[in-house]
């Protein structure tokens, strides 16, 4: 893994894609221990929980549904409403055990955005199963239930993050380089 040059910005090497399995596998087993017999429906957050939701449920030999949703964002009037901005979900979720499968939690605004839209519509449980989540950016109060791994507070890409659109397809995760140390390396 060497350096990458998205757009304007370069990326280095930061999670290889082994560590990044490896953390893929453990947290897999948790779910799978949590959620046997109990038919979940895991909802990835697109654009970039394609690549972790397909990691998870591949690893996951119990019964659950898999689909996704895409979060409408909030520019010009609310007046559709609340439930418009799931777009995708035509799953009934009452009474069903969800989880919400996301590429990164950061501030966590959009996490509990989606987290309060699922909840109005009664699922027997919710939680969110992250591949990674920034500690130091979360300002949330929701507990992030299951966690591949933990990044600082830095931009990262691969594996479903991208830049602009670039770097999804990148095995493993890389790390902004800051532009002041890109002259020097
Ligand atoms: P929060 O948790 O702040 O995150 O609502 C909002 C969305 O921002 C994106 N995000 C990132 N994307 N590298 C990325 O490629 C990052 O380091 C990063 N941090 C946040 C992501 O789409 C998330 O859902
Ligand atoms: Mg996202």
Redesign the pocket.
């Given at each position: 893994m060497g350096k990458v040059h998205l757009h304007d910005r370069w990326f280095e090497p930061f999670i290889t894609p082994q560590e990044l399995e490896r953390a893929i596998d453990r947290v897999a087993g948790e779910l799978k221990q949590h959620y046997a017999g109990k038919r979940p429906l895991f909802i990835g957050?697109l654009n970039?929980a394609f690549f972790f939701a397909a990691e998870l449920v591949k690893r996951l030999d119990i019964e659950c549904e898999v689909s996704f949703i895409k979060v409408a964002s909030y520019h010009g009037t609310a007046s559709t409403g609340k439930v418009s901005d799931l777009i995708g979900l035509n799953e009934r979720v009452e009474g069903r055990h969800v989880v919400v499968v996301?590429?990164?939690?950061?501030?966590?605004?959009?996490?509990?955005?989606v987290m309060s839209l699922l909840a109005e519509r009664h699922p027997a449980s919710l939680a969110v199963a992250t591949l990674?989540f920034?500690p130091e950016?979360?300002t949330?109060t929701l507990p992030i239930d299951f966690i591949a791994l933990r990044?600082p507070n830095?931009?990262?890409?691969g594996s479903g993050?991208?830049?602009n659109g670039l770097?999804r397809n990148l095995p493993g995760i890389y790390r902004?380089v800051q532009s002041d140390q890109t002259a020097s390396s």
């Amino acid at each position: 893994m060497g350096k990458v040059h998205l757009h304007d910005r370069w990326f280095e090497p930061f999670i290889t894609p082994q560590e990044l399995e490896r953390a893929i596998d453990r947290v897999a087993g948790e779910l799978k221990q949590h959620y046997a017999g109990k038919r979940p429906l895991f909802i990835g957050v697109l654009n970039g929980a394609f690549f972790f939701a397909a990691e998870l449920v591949k690893r996951l030999d119990i019964e659950c549904e898999v689909s996704f949703i895409k979060v409408a964002s909030y520019h010009g009037t609310a007046s559709t409403g609340k439930v418009s901005d799931l777009i995708g979900l035509n799953e009934r979720v009452e009474g069903r055990h969800v989880v919400v499968v996301e590429d990164i939690v950061d501030t966590g605004r959009t996490l509990a955005h989606v987290m309060s839209l699922l909840a109005e519509r009664h699922p027997a449980s919710l939680a969110v199963a992250t591949l990674l989540f920034k500690p130091e950016a979360y300002t949330g109060t929701l507990p992030i239930d299951f966690i591949a791994l933990r990044v600082p507070n830095a931009f990262v890409v691969g594996s479903g993050l991208d830049h602009n659109g670039l770097g999804r397809n990148l095995p493993g995760i890389y790390r902004i380089v800051q532009s002041d140390q890109t002259a020097s390396s």
